[in-house]
């Protein structure tokens, strides 16, 4: 089975950095994403992992471990447009290996 | 990003009607998903098409018929729905993960409002 870890909300000021973490257990690992989702909107591409270390794009860098299940998405700079809901998403193995399983979200509020 | 569109954006439906949700996709992708996203919960995985073919149907209640025509279109058919299936239904489109590699992201469309009255 796959279960997905993350904290439901953070609050963070503008201009500030904001790390979210994601644990996750899995049957096998294929790849980690990261997705952002304003209200009301899809969910939109942000970053994947699947060795470790860390990725960097722009304002965003998202770093994984797999002997540790770990994952965290870092946004620099925080913007006001920053505000939304974080996904993490667990790719499988064999089989199941089009599905993702998505963490329930983390929430983040971006106040001045 | 209009790379994938669904249509209804809203739908309100009594327990006995029978409707449908529509997915299209314009990136050339060949794999496409439903999803069912509620309140609190994660998004959850309701089936899986890849080439047309359905890899995947993650134990959904018959009530819920999917229908994959052609790689660009996906469409979810609704009959007898109950109140607990009031959610946010999400369509994503891929490459699939055999030729594209695992690295290959989903794209969202924005969803159908899903009402059951």
């Known amino acids: 089975g796959q279960n997905i870890d993350q904290p439901t909300e953070m609050t963070a000021t503008e201009g500030a950095i904001v790390q979210i973490n994601c644990t996750y257990q899995?049957?096998?690992?294929?790849?980690l994403f990261w997705y952002q989702q304003h209200a009301g909107e899809a969910p939109t591409f942000l970053s994947y992992?699947?060795?470790?270390g860390l990725e960097e794009k722009g304002r965003f860098s998202s770093f994984l471990s797999r002997s540790k299940g770990y994952s965290y998405l870092l946004l620099k700079e925080l913007q006001m447009k920053d505000s939304a809901s974080y996904l993490c998403?667990?790719?499988?193995?064999?089989?199941?290996?089009?599905?993702?399983?998505f963490g329930k979200g983390t929430k983040l509020s971006v106040i001045p | 990003e209009t790379g994938v569109t669904q249509t209804p954006r809203h739908l309100v439906m009594g327990m006995t009607n029978k409707k449908s949700l529509k997915c299209e996709q314009h990136?050339?992708?060949?794999?496409m998903y439903w999803y069912k996203q509620s309140a609190k919960k994660p998004l959850e995985l309701m089936f899986v098409?890849?080439?047309?073919?359905?890899?995947e149907n993650n134990s959904v209640p018959s009530r819920f018929s999917p229908e994959c025509p052609n790689s660009s279109h996906l469409f979810l058919h609704l009959h007898t729905l109950q109140p607990e299936d009031s959610a946010l239904y999400l369509c994503?489109?891929?490459?699939?993960?055999?030729?594209?590699?695992?690295?290959?992201?989903?794209?969202f469309g924005d969803g159908t409002r899903l009402s059951i009255l």
């Open positions: 098409y890849n080439f047309k073919e359905q890899t």
């Open positions: 899995t049957s096998g690992f294929n790849g």
């Open positions: 994503a489109s891929s490459q699939d993960t055999v030729t594209g590699g695992t690295g290959q992201p989903q794209h």
């Open positions: 998403a667990v790719r499988a193995t064999g089989a199941g290996s089009y599905q993702l399983t």
């Open positions: 992992n699947v060795l470790d």
């Open positions: 990136l050339g992708h060949n794999a």
